[in-house]
Nanobody, 124 residues
């Protein structure tokens, strides 16, 4: 069992930056592919980014490619999402998730552990 707790959300202006953190407990994240998803009001939860166990490979949604960077520190049992050049359409609750798969996936069904989410609001 893995518990995930997100932090770092808040209010930012368009063009600004935020860094989200996801602290895991219960088991080392080295056994999991990790990802970030987001859900805006009235919309489906959507994939943002994912990173493999050794951080050898990362995958991004087209909407955030070139602006967001996912990383992980297995020693600290923490995953990060650096968000730059923020846009109002990035406003959502951001969720951290863990998958037992070896490769990244943009399918939320592949992820077995989820955090409670952290709100990100970007003003124009």
């Amino acid at each position: 069992q893995v518990q995930l707790v997100e932090s770092g959300g808040g209010l930012a202006q368009a063009g600004g930056s935020l860094r989200l953190s996801c602290a895991a407990s219960g088991r080392s994240i080295i056994w999991y592919t990790m990802a970030w998803f987001r859900q805006a009001p009235g919309k489906e939860r959507e994939f943002v980014a994912a990173i493999t166990r050794s951080a050898g490979s990362a995958n991004y949604a087209d909407s955030v490619k070139g602006r967001f960077t996912i990383s992980r520190d297995n020693a600290k049992n923490t995953v990060y999402l650096q968000m730059n050049s923020l846009k109002p359409e990035d406003t959502a609750v951001y969720y951290c998730a863990a998958s037992a798969d070896l490769s990244t996936s943009n399918l939320k069904e592949r992820y077995i552990y989820w955090g409670q989410g952290t709100q990100v609001t970007v003003s124009s």
